[in-house]
């Protein structure tokens, strides 16, 4: 079905309740609804927005457009949650209802001081011949969860030397002053990172974009740089960002855009210069992955949530009024050059039912008949390798299959879902890869009604990806072209609703 502008840009106060009412139901009656991911009631689900611990709650929205799976003028969603696992439903938290949001609130981050919630967010709005005008916009809340915009932006429209697609604020605090990165397109349509300073959140000056320096590629960047972020990890600066626009360069690239990081040493905000030590290196090796959002937790961690989707494609569940959700929180660790990603230890509360399997592969495939879960969480140990290929079959059936493997001869980790059921994004290919040489292979993996995400060996790498199969596909099987060991684990998930 094609929306047209107006459908797109009408606003839940524009409908009545009656039809938002037979949508709610369309959706929740359709197959595919997950069991332990935040996802929409409705509409579709993108950016997670505002990651942030505060009053004693992580505080995560996202942004909605609650009228169907398409993008439309974009809602912030509120959740909650004292654990990282269980979410509260808090409803819309900011609509596009001012003069500077009025065609969508777009993407932000959230900042505490001074024992509120801060809120930084663009304002997307649309002149009557429809050319785009960018405001960065403040909201606060306070302990009540309700929120207050301010009256005026705090950044109208872009600088000189950008395009209109400027957007994405990411606040940050570096000793007295503060800094805010915004993701841009320059005016010759190369992706960039503009930053500006202020000393009270209210007043800002821009200073330039950020300067990379160093091991830097000097083609192939993309011509925008969504969901800026930066923080920093055992003395190193991280700069995370999604480039729209990348070409696909070997096993790299094969999305319709990429979500990834840069390492270096730490920003230096004085000159706007940051010299680089480790390239580009995309965050995730799956299929549906993009505009990741971090935060820093009391305990010290930084914690990581994506959208579990990409734009600019279809999904499988549009039919039944709703499209995607975010991933499950991730813990990140800087080693040997590299984001290692692992899922929070929190999620050990999902656990339910547990069956524990042991063999040794000679030339076979094993299917476990014991590991009867639709929805669970698995952890695998490969040891002893030995031969041209190891790993395991899941959603399997008579009809479908996905396959994750590693092929000891290419040295390549591989994700195979060209039989994983129903797919709208063959275009961008149903296989997966990248290099990996590790003598040992370990998986810990999430299974959900329609998602998979797969860490290896210890958040290494990560594949995250929709999964449409059928009910009765949930086989889950082992196997070697040679030999290994394997310790399997699998946890049943189960009675748990996802918001």
Known sequence: MEWSREERYQRMEDVSEASIVKLAKKTSEGPYRQTFHIQPNTGLLNDPNGFSYYNGQYHLFYQWFPLGPVHGVKYWYHVASDNLVDWQDLGIAMAPDTTYDSHGVFSGTGFVENDQLHLFYTGNTRTPDWTRIPYQCHAVMGHDNQIKKDAEPLISDSPAGYTDNFRDPKVLKQGPRY?????????????????????????????????????IPTENQGFMWECPDYFELAGQGILLFSPQGMAPEGDKYHNIFQSGYLIGEPLDFATGEFEVTERFNELDRGFDFYAPQTMTDPQGRQLLVGWLGLPGVDCVTDEFGWAHCLTIPRELSLQNGQLYQRPVPELAALRGKEVTKAMTLDNETVVVEDFTARTYELKVAFNDIKGTRVGLAFRQGAEEVTIFYYDLVAKKLVFDRSQSGKSVTDEYGTIRRCDFSEETLTI?????????????NDGLEVFTARIYSQLDQNQVAFFADGQASVIATQWEISNKEAI
Not at 189 to 214: F, P
Not at 444 to 456: A, G, P, Y
């Open 444 to 456: 810990q993996l999430f299974m959900d009604e329609s998602s998979v995400e797969i860490f290896v």
């Open 179 to 215: 800094y805010c990165i915004i993701g841009a397109e320059t005016s010759d349509h190369q992706g960039a990172i503009a930053y500006y300073v202020s000393d009270d959140l209210t007043n800002w000056t821009y200073q330039q974009a950020i300067q990379l320096k160093g091991n």
